[in-house]
């Protein structure tokens, strides 16, 4: 017996019981009872009937089912395809399918109070819903679990029933933003035929709708709005959101020359552009669009991490003054991973930008594929749920619709700090670019969009039918915008060079591009004795009267000891580092995945109460002037988290940004940033960037996935000064290599191969003197042997010096000196040069590494250095990094140190070894 057909013959008494447990807590009663009570308690009836008669009103409670169907359901049910018949959902709305009939449609009931309108017959009841859930807005919001949310846009809705209602002013205005996006498009398509713009037509009503986020960010507090979208409809966006010159967007269809001559640049469609734009009170409204690759949904992270360097750095953490916009395409919402990655960091405390406004280009497509072929679930958008967020499906021929739906869209967002999502659904006029022909795998489709009205004949007819049109000049307003247009096309003419504009040139103020001469020697970096161990002395206390686990309290002691005896190992350069830079003012953010702790356990930048979650971090206790240090663990992610410190880096050229990586291997699932972003901004942009990453790299015999950090592929990448890449042997190396970063006038990425075993070992450690004079050491010159007793010079890079150190030690060999090359690029060629002529006596050069010959550094090197032939000892080539057996390594390991001191007399270089002397 269903729960309605059992309430007549229930006893009240028994129902106010079990209505009473639901009240005291909602999880004790069933599943069925429990939705009809969530609709019940809004119901205004006397349920508290006379002990003894039927329970009164039963229908009261269908009727306040059939309105949760609509709040649940009616989003099955719109108008929101403007070219295709929506498909088929059941059950439907139907009144048998809530055990109504027609025959009660002129009946009362006071369930319409729920909706609003108070008693109501069921018919208008329907009637307020019908326009409320299933016209040109479709609703999905009944999934979110926090009450005060649903009751929120249930109010807005529900009262103005989702019907815009806007002045034949507003009208004008929104008329004119929908023609500046149709005519572009016309414009373009018909002076530039052939070229690939990728048109927004079919969704133009994305240039209304982003106009209404500015303009009600801006009334609800917000200052400044940073922009993240894909190629299509770039070029509207940047023209009549970014303010973007017409004349400047229709020069670079002719693909000229760049003014910058070092400047590769990029096609038009990718570039980013900041600008600010007049806000109606008269102040200024900071917009910033990202460039972006043609990896889909590439740039969302970025967007997240500018938006939270912004917040901070700018409006002193303050969210509701910036506010981030990703334009999604409907394939790559639902397909790109990266999607899920940035809506699990949007509310954790290391990333989150106070809320996102997320609005898809529905083109029902992606580039040849049906939507039905590109995605399992109802909806691009069901990733949303997976935070709560709500999403709104809009008809995108109904301009007033979109713009009514994005305003209320704002709304929340600056009330609840919470991403929304808008469904933006459309059409796309062409195929995936202009000279692509569509009809050959959609021809139904294209069918159909060849009929159809575009957005600005149809609102144009809507505002006639209805009279609003006689009051508009909509002739004048065609006329200004076809004037601008043909204007803008003949200066375009005049130009004769093409220029990328700064990207966020004002941010990056007092920073100069960087030559070649900026890397001939680093800077002195050092920091006097006496503030090196007060800041030591600071990180090594522990407050008093607070209970800590017993290992943090030797650990802190062990900490104490290396000053005091004058040895610091890597955790401790490395921790004096930052502290070193926060007390000049010098902000330091660190982020990844067991960052606080470190993944080998050495870092301890925050430490943990015992039985507490209470932390205490001896950083942010170095002096009450000194700059914040934020460490973050972030979430199981490289592609989202690194994108999003790559982004905050943008907007903090102040600021020492760090990504770590768990091990050194697992950047591979952030190659996109890597690639895109880090190794080529600013060939491409003109964007330059200061964020370090720290990969752990080291062959310990942990297996394939634990060895490598693959420094050849980012030294595959490196050119025209665009990355630092180091694997560096000492402590005091890191200290002056993170402090370099700071103390120029110039920011380039910084890839650090860290160390595993290092960490720990007795002859990895500095002096406090090391840190308090010199700076970052780009080679390391061997002081333990006399220069015109060398006969060969071997070169190497991070912890395979200490494997071949350890075996000349024991072998006794004098003739034989170890070069540790700490910078690989830009590559130190003086400085070697210098050390070259030490050694008069030198005949014979070798690298060595510990990774096989067609990984590491080898090939960079004999490519990048002919002035002596240099022979190499290394890993036989493999597909893989390492082997899995432990044996095996340490056999290779100890062959790599004795063939590079000429132990193994073996002729071949690897491979066709016998197994004794084979690496």
């Known amino acids: 017996m269903d729960t309605f057909s059992y309430l007549n013959n229930l006893d009240n008494s028994v129902f106010e019981e079990m209505y009473e447990n639901f009240q005291a807590n909602p999880e004790s009663v069933d599943e069925s009872w429990r939705k009809f009570f969530e609709g019940f308690e809004f119901c205004q009836v006397n349920y508290k009937a006379e002990k003894g008669k039927s329970f009164i009103i039963p229908n009261e409670f269908l009727v306040m089912n059939l309105i949760r169907g609509y709040r649940e359901r009616g989003h099955l049910f719109t108008k929101t395809n403007p070219v295709r018949t929506r498909r088929e959902y059941t059950p439907t709305l139907d009144l048998e399918n809530f055990d109504l009939e027609k025959s009660e449609l002129n009946k009362t009931f006071q369930a319409g109070k729920e909706i609003g309108i108070g008693n109501a017959t069921l018919k208008s009841i329907i009637d307020n819903l019908n326009e409320t859930y299933c016209q040109s807005i479709g609703v999905e919001y009944m999934f979110i679990r926090k009450p005060e949310m649903v009751k929120w846009l249930q109010n807005k809705m529900e009262l103005t029933r989702n019907r815009p209602s806007f002045s034949v002013k507003e009208k004008s205005h929104i008329l004119t933003k929908l023609a500046e996006a149709v005519l572009f498009e016309k414009f373009i398509h018909k002076k530039f035929p052939g070229h690939k713009s990728f048109s927004l037509e079919g ?4 240039i209304p709708a982003l106009e209404t986020v500015v303009s009600v960010g801006k009334e609800l507090g917000n200052e400044e709005f940073i922009f993240g979208m894909a190629h299509r409809g770039r070029l509207n966006v940047l023209a ?10 229709f020069s670079e269809f002719e693909g000229k020359e760049y003014e910058d001559e070092q400047l590769l640049g990029d096609v038009k469609y990718h570039l980013g552009f900041s600008t600010d734009i007049p806000a109606d009170d008269g102040s200024r409204i900071h917009l910033t669009m990202c460039p972006n690759p043609s990896h889909l949904e590439a740039v969302d992270p970025v967007v997240e991490g500018l938006s939270r360097g912004l917040i901070e750095k700018v409006y002193k953490g303050n969210t509701d003054k910036v506010s981030p916009v990703l334009i999604h395409g409907d394939a790559s919402v639902s397909g790109q991973g990266i999607i899920y990655e940035i809506l699990q960091m949007s509310e954790l405390p290391g990333y989150t930008a106070g809320g996102t406004v997320h609005l898809v280009v529905n083109n029902q497509i992606g580039f040849t594929t049906n939507y039905l072929e590109g995605r399992s679930s109802t909806y691009c958008t069901d990733v949303a749920k997976t ?3 709500p999403i709104f499906h809009v008809n995108a021929d109904d301009v007033e619709a979109v713009v009514y739906t994005v305003k209320l869209a704002m709304e929340f967002r600056q009330k609840f700090r919470k991403d929304v999502f808008i469904d933006l659904l459309g059409y796309r006029k062409y195929g995936h670019n202009e000279s692509d022909e569509p009809r050959f795998t959609q021809p139904i489709l294209y069918n159909a969009i060849e009929k159809h009205a575009d957005p600005l004949e149809i609102y144009l007819n809507k505002l006639e039918t209805e009279g609003s049109l006689a009051n508009i000049d909509s002739e004048q307003i065609h006329h200004k915008i076809k004037e601008k247009l043909d204007q803008c096309f003949e200066k375009s003419k005049t130009v004769e060079k093409a220029n990328i504009d700064p990207f966020l040139g004002s941010m990056w103020q007092g920073i100069r591009k960087a030559t070649a001469n900026d890397f001939l020697r680093s800077p002195d970096t050092g920091v006097p004795e006496q503030i090196l161990r007060k800041i030591g002395t600071k990180l090594t ?9 017993r290992k943090i309290v030797k650990l802190q002691g062990d900490r104490k000891a290396m000053l005091d005896n004058n040895k610091l190992d890597w955790a401790m350069a490395e921790l004096l580092a930052y502290g070193s830079l926060l007390v000049e003012g010098i902000p330091v953010r ?9 993944t080998f356990s050495h870092r301890h930048s925050v430490l943990t109460l015992e039985d507490s979650e209470e932390k205490y971090l001896p950083l942010d206790h170095l002096s009450p002037d000194q700059a914040k240090f934020n460490v973050y663990n972030s979430p199981l992610s490289e592609y989202g988290v690194l994108g999003f410190d790559y982004g905050y880096a943008l907007a903090r050229p102040d600021s020492l940004t ?7 291997d697992f950047s591979n699932g952030a190659q996109v940033i890597t690639d895109q972003y880090i190794c080529s901004a600013e060939e491409k942009w003109r964007v330059m960037n200061n964020l370090v990453l720290y990969l752990p790299h080291g062959y310990e015999g942990q297996g394939p996935e634990h060895s490598s950090g693959r420094i050849e592929r980012f030294l595959s990448i490196c050119g025209h000064l665009n990355i630092q890449v180091v694997n560096l ?3 005091a190396n890191l200290f002056h290599a993170l402090r370099r970063q700071m103390h120029r006038d110039i920011r380039k990425p910084l890839i650090v191969f860290t160390p595993k075993s290092l960490l720990r070992h007795p002859r990895c450690v500095s002096t406090i003197e090391d840190l308090a004079s010199g700076g970052f050491r780009e080679v390391i010159d061997d002081s333990g042997v006399d220069p015109k007793k060398v006969t060969k010079l071997v070169f190497c890079s991070g912890k395979i010096y200490y494997d071949i150190l350890q075996k000349r030690e024991e072998i006794g060999k004098e003739d034989i000196a170890l070069i540790r090359i700490e910078q690989i690029y830009p590559f130190p060629y003086e400085q070697i040069r210098e050390i070259l002529h030490r ?3 030198a005949s014979q050069y070798e690298w060595v590494q510990e990774e096989p010959a067609n990984m590491g550094s080898w090939n960079f090197i004999r490519d990048i250095f002919s002035d002596v032939t240099l022979n190499y000892v290394a890993r036989p080539p493999s597909g893989t990094t390492a082997t899995g057996s432990s044996q095996l390594h340490k056999i290779q390991q100890t062959l790599l140190a004795e063939k590079a001191l000429g132990m193994c007399t073996c002729e071949h270089t690897f491979g066709s070894c016998k197994l004794e002397c084979a690496i």
Do not use: N, V
């Not at 969704?203 to 994305?206: D, F, H, I, N």
């Not at 009549?240 to 967007?249: C, L, R, T, V």
């Not at 660190?590 to 470190?598: F, M």
């Not at 760090?658 to 050194?664: K, M, N, P, R, S």
């Open 203 to 206: 969704c133009e009503s994305l």
């Open 240 to 249: 009549h959101i970014m303010h973007k010159p017409y004349f400047q967007i």
């Open 387 to 389: 935070i709560q967020s």
């Open 541 to 549: 206390e522990l407050p008093e009267g607070i209970p800590f686990f």
């Open 590 to 598: 660190l982020s990844g995945q067991d960052s606080q702790r470190g």
């Open 658 to 664: 760090i990504w770590e990586a768990q091990f050194g």
């Open 729 to 731: 042997t000492t402590p």
């Open 839 to 841: 050694y008069p006596m």
